[in-house]
């Protein structure tokens, strides 16, 4: 700034002070005049200027408007812009604009008279060095102000010249389009600054004049000038478009939609049109729904009181006082006291109390049943000035009473069975309702004296009553008594003396009254009083033709009763309904009874009236001793009755009955019920005894291990009477029986005791006995034979044949009869051989001996059998009668005298082997002769065992004995001590065989046990078989769901149940087990076994054992092998678990190896869990060992390695 | 407990019994022979031997079952009506004459000698 030129006070604008307008634009207002002379002369017109196009049409209008207002006021210097003008401008219209703000412009309000004075006023030539001016019109030539300024002043020109005078222009305005200040309206401050010449703008001045700066290119603005420059440079704008299409007035662009594609359109502008503000337009709003009223405020939650409440603290005590509901708590209880202690307690559920004050009467001290409780918590906290003052603990005990408060506003306190209210002592309540209470009390007090000095008045006028009734002894009593209530006061009631009848009915007891008529008009009922009356004791209530009777047990109740509802009673009146004061009266119990006899004196009065029995009953009292006497012989009497009856009931009758109930005293029945209890068990014998002879016939196929080695043999001579070929007899059930009443070794003696038989007393065994002696000597047999044969042939109808033929015949005999000890040895008759020989052999002894006895019987039939075997045949060749069993000249064949003994049929097969023998009697040697004897007989001995036993064997085998048994040369015993191989040993021991078809070790002891307990059970009732009461089950699919069923029960109920019990665990995999059982092996020691037939593919049993983790198993693998534990029972799951079943398992562990395993395991998952399981790969047989792969990884090390007895075909040798 | 107020023919009742006399007057009731000897305990239980016997004529399951119920409940049917199974006479047997207890008992006890007894008893007492 160059400096602040004053300005003249003369201005022109100065006058005119009321238009408001900014500093600046005083300074300016002579330039206007420049400016417009500045247009004037260059006859620019408006148009023409480009940048200035906005408001230049308007600006015209204003500028006319502008001039005209410039002109009326300023008379000197404008004439010639007002002459110009003057038909241009409209003076309503100018001042009509002026009036108020134009919208599309600025706040700036245009000042004509200041533009006028602005032209008017020349003299400021100083402007034009004012480079302030250029600065602030620069500063601010964006905007629209100045810009409307400078449109003024342009506009000015109209095509003439707006200037006053051309001299003038330096002054007025040096610059072609001269600024217009535009005028504020807004601010009062500028007004007072815009007449303040001090306070005006200063001008601009140019510093650097230099006319080419400013004759520079772009530089549009002269501010010295004051003149656009390069204005001849410029063009129009809208001439020089090519395009015509853009309006003259200006356009905007906006982005059209119309057709679907955003493009930018070309809008004119419409600078007439005064706009219209947008706001206005948009879419009015939906019409909100109206909101309806509330019927209720809302609730909001409690503020608690906190450091930024305002407002008195809120209270942290509550009082606790006795609800005065009468239902709840009647005025009688109250008397019965509330332990404050307990109602402490209970409060405290709300937070610590800090302290409880319990208040009392200051006039009887009795409690008011009035209660503070003050919460607080007892500690000692410093008061936190944060907090209003208050401190924490405090804060807490303003919300526990709070919340005390609160949680009975919605419901009843009942503490101890009454009923409280709880309110907060809030503007020290308590004190006002401690007033209250006191004074309630006060007043009831002096109530209750009143009424006690009216029942006293009442009580005397009572006893006056009854003992003026006493005297008098008539039946008339209610007229006396009626003129004695007369006499008494008017505020008694009257008191009725009822009829005895009356008093009778109410058991001569104490009762409350209420009148017949009355009651009946209000329909007073039994039920209503029982109501009202509750809290008494009464005991009945009747309602009888006089009125309506209470009955208490005693006076004083009734008394009592009496004297509490007198008055206050109220009873629903169904006629008027509404309830009604009840008039009660009290009815005393009529003086008591007298026994039969007359006065007298004796009595003394004070007894009637004083004493009540001890049920209320009036004491008796006699006048004599005689009644005393009878009274009491009636008591006894009566006594004596209950007494005989009792007894006799109990003494009598009872035990008689329970005696005669005896079993015992009813023999007959008894014998009956023993018959039938006989029958009942034979049957179930016969039963049990069928069902295990139906097993037997099936275990009849195999071998029966315990007779292998012959421990029990049977009685020779049973085995001698089975020497018949007819031996096929059919086993009855009747032989069962016999068999199994017989001794446990079933008829068959040990080895040892063989030599027992001749001990027997059995006349059959007799017979056998004397048979077996002379079995051992043979040769005489022989001789014996020889003999017999000779005789035979000799003579058929010697007295020796008839006996023969008993021989025959006896023999056939006993052999029919004993076919029941065939039956008995049963499996055991393969056992030994038969010895139709020794048949002729014993001939002649049951030849002597059936002398002896009477059998002589013959059976014709056995001879007829005899007979016909010496038929003759019709044959074309002659066949031999006996059949060959063997030939003769069959050299490998090694025979034993056993053999040929057998081969010697009859006489004249004797006669040929003498022959070939050459045995000659006479040269017998007879030391010879007895070694002979015994050798024979030990020859036979010996090839029957032989024989026994290798049929056993090749029954067990299929095969014979190996070589090293057969060869040995020396008995085992001389053999010395030496280790048996395995190989060997499975040849001989049953338990080793390798064969898959085991022996029948199993004991089937289980079954056979049911068998006995049927026949040992007494009580049971039908004989039934025993029935399988589980339901087959065909498949194994079913079975398994069942199961799975099962198992979710068991979930479930575990689950009902709640806690984990062990006790409801159940392993699924239990049910699918097979019936498997262990028993010796013979791959190795102990191994598993099928009770049934598996199918293949078939689940057999898991594996169940200790579940551990792989370093413990290897730990463990040590641990056993080094504690000499050589089996290995650890099972793998996965590579992190093992299940080792060495202590602890199942009987899986007992599986054993084999390299053609019939099963195999599999890992499976059940309930989550990992699980080892046995399947059968292919069809199991009864009684067969289970054996699967091991699958031991292949060891290296030739000692690691353990050999494999599976004696399958295809074994590798070794398990690993 | 109200000694004062007890009735005196009761106190005296009360020592009669305290003093046995009650007893013995009700086992002489009891062992009266009414007749062949047989006072009205062995009638009684004659009769009930023949009740019992018909009963169980009919069910035989009575003796082996339950015996102590069956007991009971044939007690209780006895007793039931003034003991009107004694009084029944179903069989021909003659041995177990009709029983009416209930006469009986009332007889006995109304029976003046007892009556005159029991005074004197009672007037020795006090």
């Known amino acids: ?1216 | 407990m109200d000694k004062q107020n007890i009735d005196p023919a009761q106190q005296l009742v009360i020592d009669f019994k305290r003093q046995g006399h009650f007893d013995k007057l009700k086992n002489q009731i009891l062992s009266n022979n009414i007749e062949n000897d047989q006072n009205i305990q062995d009638l009684i239980k004659l009769k009930i031997i023949e009740i019992v016997n018909q009963m169980v004529s009919k069910d035989e399951s009575l003796i082996f079952k339950n015996r102590g119920i069956n007991s009971a409940l044939i007690e209780s049917k006895i007793i039931k009506d003034d003991y009107k199974l004694l009084q029944n006479n179903e069989t021909e047997n003659d041995s177990t004459k009709n029983i009416d207890l209930n006469k009986f008992i009332n007889d006995s006890l109304n029976d003046s000698t007892l009556y005159d007894e029991i005074l004197q008893i009672l007037n020795s007492m006090d």
């Open chain 1, 1 to 1216: 700034m160059s400096g602040y030129h004053r300005r003249s006070r003369n201005t022109p604008y100065e006058a005119s002070s009321k238009h408001s307008f900014s500093y600046h634009r005083r300074q300016q207002q002579p330039k206007a005049s420049r400016y417009e002379a500045a247009i004037a002369n260059q006859n620019i017109s408006v148009d023409d200027v480009r940048p200035y196009q906005r408001s230049m049409n308007y600006q015209e209008d204003n500028s006319h408007n502008l001039h005209n207002n410039h002109k009326s006021n300023n008379n000197n210097s404008n004439t010639k812009i007002s002459n110009n003008k003057k038909n241009t401008y409209n003076s309503s219209s100018y001042h009509k604009d002026y009036s108020r703000p134009k919208k599309n412009h600025s706040r700036y309000d245009y000042v004509p008279q200041e533009r006028h004075s602005y032209h008017s006023n020349p003299e400021d030539s100083s402007y034009r060095n004012e480079g302030n001016y250029y600065s602030k019109t620069n500063n601010s030539s964006s905007r629209d102000v100045n810009r409307t300024r400078y449109d003024t002043h342009r506009t000015s020109s109209n095509g003439t010249s707006t200037l006053t005078n051309s001299k003038d222009s330096n002054s007025s305005t040096r610059y072609f389009n001269p600024p217009k200040a535009p005028v504020l309206h807004s601010t009062g401050s500028r007004t007072n600054n815009n007449n303040d010449p001090i306070l005006r703008r200063p001008k601009p001045i140019l510093k650097y004049n230099n006319n080419e700066l400013f004759t520079s290119k772009y530089h549009y603005f002269n501010p010295l000038s004051k003149t656009l420059i390069h204005k001849d440079l410029m063009k129009n704008w809208h001439e020089n478009e090519k395009d015509k299409n853009i309006p003259r007035a200006g356009f905007i662009l906006t982005s059209d939609n119309s057709t679907g594609k955003l493009r930018s359109m070309i809008t004119p502008r419409t600078p007439n049109i005064p706009s219209k503000d947008p706001r206005t337009n948009r879419i009015p709003l939906k019409p909100t729904r109206p909101r309806y009223p509330r019927p209720t405020l809302k609730i909001i939650p409690h503020l608690p009181y906190d450091k930024h409440s305002l407002g008195p603290i809120p209270p942290n005590e509550i009082i606790v006082y006795l609800s005065p509901d009468l239902t709840s708590n009647s005025i009688s209880e109250n008397f019965v006291s509330v332990q404050p202690l307990s109602i402490k307690n209970y409060f405290k559920t709300f937070g610590s109390i800090s302290h409880f004050e319990s208040l009392i009467d200051p006039n009887n001290a009795l409690p008011l049943h009035l209660f503070l409780i003050r919460f607080d918590s007892i500690s000692d906290n410093a008061i936190d000035s944060n907090n209003n003052g208050q401190s924490h603990n405090q804060m807490v005990g303003i919300r526990n009473a709070y919340k005390a408060y609160k949680a009975y506003q919605q419901s009843d306190c009942y503490i101890l069975g009454k009923k409280f209210k709880v309110e907060l002592n809030e503007n020290n309540k308590l004190l006002e309702m401690k007033q209250k209470i006191i004074e309630q009390n006060l007043r009831s007090s002096q109530a209750t004296a009143i009424s006690n000095s009216n029942k006293d008045k009442i009580s005397n006028t009572n006893s006056i009553n009854n003992s003026s009734s006493k005297d008098t002894n008539s039946s008339t009593n209610n007229t006396s008594l009626n003129n004695q209530s007369h006499e008494s006061d008017s505020t008694q009631w009257k008191k009725r003396l009822f009829h005895e009848e009356i008093h009778k009915q109410l058991n001569y007891k104490p009762a409350i009254f209420v009148g017949r008529r009355f009651a009946t008009i209000h329909r007073l009922r039994v039920e209503d009083f029982k109501i009202q009356l509750r809290k008494y004791r009464w005991s009945r209530v009747l309602d009888i033709s006089a009125g309506i009777f209470v009955t208490f047990n005693d006076l004083k109740s009734a008394q009592n009763c009496f004297d509490m509802e007198q008055g206050t009673l109220k009873l629903l009146s169904r006629q008027k309904n509404s309830y009604i004061n009840v008039r009660l009266e009290l009815v005393e119990p009529p003086p008591f009874r007298r026994l039969k006899s007359s006065l007298s004196s004796t009595v003394s009065p004070t007894e009637k009236s004083a004493d009540s029995g001890i049920n209320g009953k009036p004491v008796p009292t006699y006048e004599s001793k005689d009644d005393l006497l009878k009274a009491a012989v009636k008591i006894i009497l009566k006594d004596l009755s209950s007494a005989l009856h009792m007894d006799i009931r109990k003494k009598t009758i009872g035990p008689a009955v329970f005696d005669t109930l005896n079993p015992e005293k009813f023999p007959n029945l008894l014998a009956e019920k023993q018959k039938r209890e006989i029958q009942r068990q034979k049957h179930l014998r016969e039963i049990a005894e069928a069902q295990e002879k139906k097993r037997n016939d099936e275990n009849n196929s195999n071998l029966d291990i315990f007779q292998l080695y012959g421990g029990y043999s049977a009685s020779n001579s049973a085995s001698r009477r089975r020497a018949l070929k007819r031996r096929q007899m059919s086993l009855s059930d009747v032989n069962d029986k016999k068999r199994k009443s017989r001794k446990l070794n079933n008829g068959m003696t040990p080895m040892s005791h063989m030599f027992n038989e001749d001990e027997s007393t059995n006349a059959e065994q007799s017979l056998a006995a004397t048979l077996d002696d002379h079995y051992k000597s043979s040769s005489e047999d022989d001789l014996d034979e020889e003999m017999e044969d000779d005789q035979q042939e000799d003579d058929h109808s010697q007295p020796s044949e008839p006996e023969l033929y008993t021989e025959l015949a006896d023999e056939s005999e006993p052999s029919s009869k004993h076919a029941s000890d065939d039956s008995r040895r049963g499996p055991d008759s393969e056992l030994t051989t038969p010895e139709p020989d020794s048949e002729y052999i014993d001939k002649k002894k049951i030849i002597e001996l059936s002398n002896e006895k009477e059998n002589i019987e013959v059976n014709d039939k056995e001879i007829e059998e005899a007979q016909s075997l010496y038929l003759p045949s019709t044959t074309a060749f002659p066949e031999p009668v006996y059949e060959d069993e063997f030939n003769i000249f069959d050299k490998s064949l090694k025979l034993n005298i056993h053999d040929l003994q057998n081969a010697v049929k009859d006489e004249e097969d004797l006669e040929l082997l003498k022959s070939i023998v050459g045995a000659n009697v006479e040269k017998s040697n007879p030391a010879y002769t007895t070694l002979i004897e015994y050798d024979c007989w030990k020859d036979r001995r010996q090839s029957i065992n032989k024989k026994a036993s290798t049929d056993t064997y090749k029954l067990l085998n299929d095969e014979a004995l190996p070589e090293y048994f057969v060869n040995m040369k020396t008995p085992f015993v001389a053999q010395g001590m030496k280790k048996i191989d395995d190989e060997i040993k499975v040849s001989y021991l049953p338990h080793r065989r390798r064969r898959n078809e085991p022996l029948n070790t199993v004991d089937h002891h289980s079954e056979e046990r049911e068998s006995t307990q049927e026949l040992l059970r007494k009580d049971s009732e039908l004989p039934d078989v025993p029935e399988n009461t589980t339901p087959d089950i065909s498949s194994s699919r079913i079975n398994r769901a069942i199961n799975r069923r099962f198992q979710q029960d068991i979930d479930a109920q575990r689950a009902a149940i709640g806690t984990e019990s062990e006790l409801l665990s159940l392993n699924q995999l239990n049910k699918r087990k097979k019936p498997v059982t262990f028993a010796r092996s013979a791959i190795h020691n102990w191994g598993l076994y099928a009770l049934e037939p598996i199918t293949a593919k078939e689940m057999v049993i898991e594996y169940v054992g200790e579940r551990i983790r792989q370093p413990v198993s290897e730990m463990r693998e040590k641990r056993y092998i080094k504690g000499g534990i050589g089996s290995s029972y650890l099972f793998r799951i996965d590579e992190n678990t093992v299940i080792d079943a060495t202590k602890r398992g199942g009987i899986a562990r007992f599986i054993n190896h084999s390299c053609e395993p019939s099963c195999t395991a599999k890992i499976i998952k059940v309930g989550g869990m990992k699980r080892i399981v046995i399947y059968a790969l292919r069809d199991i047989g009864l009684n067969e060992e289970l054996t699967y792969d091991y699958k031991f990884e292949r060891e290296i090390d030739a000692e690691e390695r353990l050999p494999c007895y599976c004696g399958a075909p295809s074994c590798k040798g070794f398990l690993n």
